[in-house]
Antibody, heavy 120, light 108 residues
Framework: EVQLVETGGGLIQPGGSLRLSCAVS????????MSWVRQAPGKGLEWVSV???????YYGDSVKGRFTISRDNSKNTVYLQMNTLRAEDTAVYYC??????????????WGQGTLVTVSS | DIQMTQSPSSLSASVGDRVTITCRAS??????LNWYQHKPGKAPKCLIY???SLQSGVPSRFSGSGSGTDFTLTISSLQPEDFATYYC??????????FGQGTRLEIK
């Protein structure tokens, strides 16, 4: 059975740092593309970051330079290091597998999310 | 970045209604368009990928169409469990993935 379990969320002051983890079972993160997607309170879904094979990474404009995605294949876990946090980073953060079918990518498995609250 | 615009932003409908949600891309994205259903407190769920392919396990009352810049998600006969928020998402630009702003489907 496939499971993605996010941890690491919590209350953090503006300017602080937090690292989210996404522990995966049922498939290997080393051979899959993995993304982070967030949803701020009362807002829609916003893609945050993706890690592709060869550890190629991309970021949304709102987090570029502040967030870093990585993975530990031995732990089958994906991480999101979040630095210089702002109030507008407050959101539920989901990790998701980005799967390829034919020539089309889509998110087929998602975690339940972890809440990050940035507030003084 | 490719902008995705959904309409309407919210919609009231009754059980048994036929509902259509549209999504427009700011540039052509071929058929690299996916649809998700999201309920409060739950993980989003993919309904349709590659514009018109039904994800495994998704009821056949859901269908998708379109290519280029204009896409639609249709629910042929609304069921109580379908009341949720729906998002389109483009995967044409794999370095800048974008979602539509969402369409909230409410019970009339």
């Amino acid at each position: 059975e496939v499971q993605l379990v996010e941890t690491g969320g919590g209350l953090i002051q503006p300017g602080g740092s937090l690292r989210l983890s996404c522990a995966v079972s049922g498939f290997s993160v080393s051979s899959n593309y993995m993304s982070w997607v967030r949803q701020a309170p009362g807002k829609g879904l916003e893609w945050v970051s993706v890690i592709y094979s060869g550890d190629i990474t991309y970021y949304g404009d709102s987090v570029k330079g502040r967030f870093t995605i990585s993975r530990d294949n031995s732990k089958n876990t994906v991480y999101l290091q979040m630095n210089t946090l702002r109030a507008e980073d407050t959101a539920v953060y989901y990790c998701a597998r980005d799967t390829l079918t034919g020539s089309s990518y889509y998110f087929d498995y998602w975690g339940q999310g972890t809440l990050v609250t940035v507030s003084s | 970045d490719i902008q995705m615009t959904q309409s309407p932003s919210s919609l009231s409908a009754s059980v048994g209604d036929r509902v259509t949600i549209t999504c427009r891309a700011s540039q052509s994205i071929s058929s690299y368009l996916n649809w998700y259903q999201h309920k409060p407190g739950k993980a989003p769920k993919c309904l349709i990928y590659a514009a018109s392919s039904l994800q495994s396990g998704v009821p056949s009352r859901f269908s998708g169409s379109g290519s280029g810049t204009d896409f639609t998600l249709t629910i042929s006969s609304l069921q109580p469990e379908d009341f949720a928020t729906y998002y389109c998402q483009q995967s044409y630009s794999t370095s800048q993935i974008t979602f539509g702003q969402g369409t909230r489907l409410e019970i009339k």
